[in-house]
């Protein structure tokens, strides 16, 4: 029911003309990890907390060279896959291009020069095509035979050999999946791997591709009432109408000649103004007696006729120009008619290409950054070693860490140290692998995530009327309802926005609630060194610290997260570095001492 009202509101908006549109897809939310608006901003996925694209995750990972392939990677990152078989199966994929630079080069040069078919498509399809679009679409059909061509290649072991697959039933969801042998641990039907899946649906559009370059020129014009797009050869009559538009002189030259061989007259001319168009002139000395001759106008020195041979002449030259548009709009009509007979194949083939720009953009990623394959499956680890954070790391120095994460992370230490960042990172490791990517780590094991929390920072929201405080209480309060024990949480304080006593004692229950209710993998980070003695009580609690070294007086920051708890905050020191002048720096020591007395 849902979908019809959908499909009417599609016909009534488009007053009937009906886009393409594909079959209803089942969508089953277990399949999928869920990000919700929270974490996609406080782990900056697509933008910064400044709104820019730049320093977020997606632009260090979008490395893609297609537009289908673009817009189907914020898809996944928006969406990660929550089926250890369904990632495998990507991962196997990218490995292959990971262990077959050629191939990975050769694939990525050609999807580089692929237009949007996907978007030319779909504009033709709704009548608002252009040429350009149907000649984009010629290109794209042609570099698609092309690609397919190099992967029959790659399938008979000229460029790479590809790991054996296997067909599986995904369980309650009717979608078949392909994984290696070695991961199945069951008997099943012997199928190829995902490259020649893919390679499948590319399909094959020879026969479309050569109507559309016999009949579509190479050129970009916006618009089918320009004319000139079609190949005056694709069409007898057109090709008549060309040759009259672009040899109209030629005509009348070569009418004037018959004309002077028959009346003898060598002066004949056949001439054009506005009043009388084409005509014959002779001078008045020459008298024509031809009856295919018809007078029009005597002047003084000169005699001027017409015969219904130039008059028809006249006509064709005149109306040409308007009747080569008239066909070819008429022409690029039928062709779009063929390529609407074939528009799921196109939409098919244009999915299955964005599919394999990504498996090789995730692997040219795991060659440049360092990226590991990671291991994933249906248990619970979480044991990375040496991980890094994706974006940080790009631009500056970094310092890996490890984490073997069973239940609930304590990690205390100074501002500045680099606990919000371990945080983040160990979360976006975890979606890069759901994606089917590689990692930046020496490597990582992770158990299947289904939902990744994360209470990062805050800001107010004046809109809604929510303080600070209040929107850290709405994050953590879906937290804790929401997280199941295959969820992932980072928190990053909680209880900052009230009294001290207050927000420890929400900090504590919610690490209470975490630990004996939902039970998931959590990393909480913290400034209330009291809470550490909740790991004497919660068995799967374990404290860590960010190491520092104090030197002549001053904080070093190793940025090394390591077991242990921090004995202080050094948030004095880190007044210092953000320019407080010594007269408050000093007052706060003072003020330091007396209150820990």
């Not at 000229?158 to 290696?180: C, F, H, K, R, W």
């Not at 779009?336 to 007979?341: D, G, I, L, P, R």
Request: aromatic share 6%; proline share 2%; net charge neutral.
């Amino acid at each position: 029911m849902a979908c019809g009202a959908l499909l009417e509101y599609v016909r009534v908006t488009q007053r009937g003309s009906i886009p393409r549109l594909e079959f209803p897809k089942t969508y089953k939310q277990q399949n999928f990890m869920l990000i919700d608006a929270s974490a996609r901003r406080n782990l900056e996925l697509f933008s910064t907390q400044f709104g820019e694209k730049k320093g977020s995750l997606i632009s260090v990972i979008d490395h893609t060279v297609t537009a289908s392939g673009g817009r189907l990677l914020k898809q996944m990152l928006a969406s990660p896959l929550a089926c250890s078989k369904a990632i495998n199966l990507r991962l196997s994929t990218a490995q292959f291009f990971v262990n077959n630079h050629e191939p990975r080069r050769k694939i990525r040069e050609i999807l580089s020069n692929i237009p949007d078919i996907e978007r030319s498509l779909s504009r033709l399809i709704l009548g608002r095509g252009s040429p350009k679009d149907m000649n984009l679409l010629k290109i794209g059909l042609e570099k698609t035979l092309e690609l397919s061509e190099f992967l029959c290649k790659i399938e008979s072991g000229e460029n790479g050999s590809l790991p054996q697959q296997y067909v599986i039933q995904v369980a309650d969801t009717g979608i078949q999946m392909q994984i290696p042998a070695s991961r199945a641990g069951m008997t099943v039907k012997s199928d190829e791997s995902e490259l020649s899946t893919i390679h499948k649906s590319l399909g094959n559009h020879k026969d479309l591709f050569e109507l559309l370059n016999s009949a579509i020129l190479d050129n970009n014009l916006s618009s089918v009432k320009e004319g000139g797009f079609i190949n005056p050869k694709y069409n007898s009559e057109l090709s008549e109408l060309s040759y009259i538009l672009n040899n109209s002189n030629k005509l009348v030259t070569k009418l004037r000649e018959s004309y002077r061989d028959l009346t003898g007259i060598a002066a004949l001319k056949i001439l054009h103004n506005n009043i009388l168009g084409y005509y014959v002139e002779v001078s008045a000395n020459h008298k024509i007696t031809s009856d295919i001759f018809i007078h029009r106008q005597s002047l003084a020195n000169s005699m001027r006729y017409t015969t219904n041979e130039l008059k028809e002449l006249e006509n064709k030259i005149l109306t040409a120009r308007d009747a080569a548009i008239s066909l070819e709009v008429k022409i690029f009509s039928e062709l779009c008619s063929e390529v609407a007979k074939e528009s799921e194949k196109i939409a098919l083939a244009a999915n299955a290409l964005a599919k394999l720009d990504i498996r090789a953009t995730f692997a040219e990623l795991a060659v440049q950054n360092n990226y590991v394959k990671p291991i994933i499956d249906d248990s619970k680890e979480f044991n990375i070693r040496n991980g890094r954070h994706p974006v940080v790391e790009v631009n500056d120095k970094f310092i890996a860490n490890s984490i073997n994460l069973a239940g609930i992370h304590l990690i205390t230490g100074p501002n500045m140290a680099g606990k919000s960042t371990f945080l983040r990172q160990n979360a976006l490791i975890a979606v890069l692998a759901h994606m089917g990517s590689f990692v930046p780590a020496e490597s990582a094991h992770i158990g299947v995530i289904d939902k990744i929390f994360s209470r990062v920072g805050a800001t107010d929201n004046i809109t809604a009327g929510y303080s600070t405080f209040m929107v850290e209480m709405i994050e953590t309060a879906t937290i804790v309802n929401q997280a199941t024990d295959r969820s992932l949480v980072i928190l990053d304080e909680i209880g900052r926005g009230t009294g001290v006593y207050d927000g420890l004692s929400i900090a504590q229950a919610v690490i209470e609630h975490i630990h004996n209710v939902n039970k998931c993998r959590a990393i909480f980070a913290t400034h209330y060194h009291e809470l550490t003695k909740v790991s004497k009580y919660l068995k799967n609690v374990k404290c860590f610290c960010v190491k520092i070294r104090e030197w002549n007086g001053e904080v070093i920051f190793l940025h090394e997260v390591i077991e242990g708890i921090a004995d202080e905050s050094y948030g004095i020191h880190v007044a210092k570095l953000a320019g407080f002048p010594d007269s408050v720096l000093n007052r706060a020591s003072e003020v330091f001492e007396e209150l820990k007395a």
